[in-house]
């Protein structure tokens, strides 16, 4: 028997959900936007992380190099909304040429090096990260004042000056985006450039992206777009080409921010099979609220029978 507490936990913490913005108590509002990112033509400028940072006034990583790789700021974090990774891959012959950048030395004579590769060739999949602004948002289930809220847009968005720096948002993320500023304990993220879309602008990072990775609009239309871009590729042979995050019945939902890889996520650093990690909360409350019962059960049990003795 279904009841009413598993319906709301369904709709609440993990089961399907059509209408975000309706769940968060908006009735009338615009279609849920997000990002379908298109990493088969990312080439690595970083221009998304100079205009997000430029436009948010977010800090400055440095400028050290990590020694493991070209790419100087390695993670998404509280002072990198979007991250441009740069995955070195050893070419072999199940490499399918897509014009990606490679390195390494030439192939023997007549040979092609995206099936043939010389010995310590790589090619660089890049991949420009964000936060996931996910259908089923852990990080604002376990916010204690009400730092995370969700926006009218269907994003997920932090507020500065609301954020105590308790931090539970931070392990709460099942895709290790928000975290805490050193420099003064409070948690940041990618807002979707939320003061850009109220006006009715575009987010910075799409904005100045040179090839259209980085795609901006209503959701729907978006996944409409990756699907035909998916089996573009697949007709030209791209078989590893694959959506993450496009799934609304996926482990969250649905991502607000999804992405066509060409490898496994594993590869880009993207868990395989993320779930919101509140799920299980009604589960869990259900348990302490049996067990609590049986305990005062008990206690009433032991009061009275040491009465009538």
Same mark, same amino acid.
Request: glycine share 10%; aromatic share 8%.
């Given at each position: 028997? $279904?009841?009413?507490?598993?319906?709301? $936990?369904?709709?609440?913490?993990?089961?399907?959900?059509? +209408?975000?913005?309706? +769940?968060?108590?908006?009735?009338?509002?615009?279609?849920?936007?997000?990002?379908?990112?298109?990493?088969?033509?990312?080439?690595?400028?970083?221009?998304?992380?100079?205009?997000?940072?430029?436009?948010?006034?977010?800090? #400055?990583?440095? *400028?050290?190099?990590?020694?493991?790789? *070209? +790419?100087? $700021?390695?993670?998404?974090?509280?002072?990198?909304?979007?991250?441009?990774?740069?995955?070195?891959?050893?070419?072999?012959?199940?490499?399918?040429?897509?014009?990606?950048?490679?390195?390494?030395?030439?192939?023997?004579?007549?040979?092609?090096?995206?099936?043939?590769?010389? #010995?310590?060739?790589?090619?660089?999949?890049?991949?420009?990260?964000?936060?996931?602004?996910?259908?089923?948002?852990?990080?604002?289930?376990?916010?204690?004042?009400?730092?995370?809220?969700?926006? #009218?847009?269907?994003?997920?968005?932090?507020?500065?000056?609301?954020?105590?720096?308790?931090?539970?948002?931070?392990?709460?993320?099942?895709?290790?985006?928000?975290?805490?500023?050193? #420099?003064?304990?409070?948690?940041?993220?990618?807002?979707?450039?939320?003061?850009?879309?109220?006006?009715?602008? @575009?987010?910075?990072?799409?904005?100045?992206?040179?090839?259209?990775?980085?795609?901006?609009?209503?959701? +729907?239309?978006?996944?409409?777009?990756?699907?035909?871009?998916?089996?573009?590729?697949?007709?030209?042979?791209?078989?590893?080409?694959?959506? *993450?995050?496009?799934?609304?019945?996926?482990?969250?939902?649905?991502?607000?921010?999804?992405?066509?890889?060409?490898?496994?996520?594993?590869?880009?650093?993207?868990?395989?099979?993320?779930?919101?990690?509140?799920?299980?909360?009604?589960?869990?409350?259900?348990?302490?609220?049996?067990?609590?019962? @049986?305990?005062?059960?008990?206690?009433?049990?032991?009061?009275?029978?040491?009465?009538?003795?």
């Amino acid at each position: 028997m $279904t009841t009413f507490f598993d319906r709301f $936990t369904e709709r609440s913490l993990w089961g399907r959900l059509d +209408d975000v913005q309706d +769940d968060a108590g908006y009735e009338a509002h615009p279609p849920r936007k997000g990002f379908f990112t298109d990493t088969s033509v990312c080439i690595g400028c970083k221009a998304c992380e100079v205009a997000c940072k430029e436009w948010n006034q977010v800090p #400055e990583d440095g *400028y050290l190099l990590s020694g493991m790789s *070209y +790419d100087n $700021t390695q993670a998404l974090g509280a002072s990198t909304w979007r991250h441009v990774a740069f995955v070195e891959k050893p070419l072999d012959v199940a490499t399918t040429d897509l014009g990606m950048p490679a390195m390494g030395p030439p192939p023997p004579a007549g040979e092609d090096q995206a099936t043939e590769s010389g #010995e310590g060739s790589v090619r660089w999949l890049m991949s420009s990260d964000v936060c996931k602004h996910c259908t089923h948002a852990a990080c604002l289930d376990v916010c204690p004042t009400g730092a995370l809220f969700r926006t #009218e847009f269907g994003t997920v968005v932090v507020q500065p000056d609301v954020c105590n720096g308790c931090g539970y948002c931070v392990p709460a993320c099942p895709y290790g985006v928000i975290d805490l500023r050193q #420099e003064d304990g409070r948690a940041f993220k990618c807002t979707l450039c939320y003061d850009r879309l109220k006006d009715g602008q @575009t987010p910075a990072c799409a904005q100045a992206c040179p090839t259209e990775s980085i795609q901006f609009g209503d959701l +729907d239309e978006l996944r409409e777009r990756a699907d035909s871009r998916l089996a573009e590729l697949h007709e030209e042979g791209v078989d590893v080409a694959r959506l *993450y995050g496009a799934d609304p019945d996926d482990g969250v939902g649905g991502d607000g921010a999804f992405f066509l890889l060409l490898d496994e996520p594993e590869v880009y650093g993207l868990p395989p099979d993320p779930v919101v990690t509140t799920r299980d909360l009604g589960s869990m409350w259900r348990h302490v609220g049996a067990a609590a019962l @049986t305990l005062a059960g008990v206690g009433v049990a032991s009061f009275v029978g040491g009465r009538s003795s």
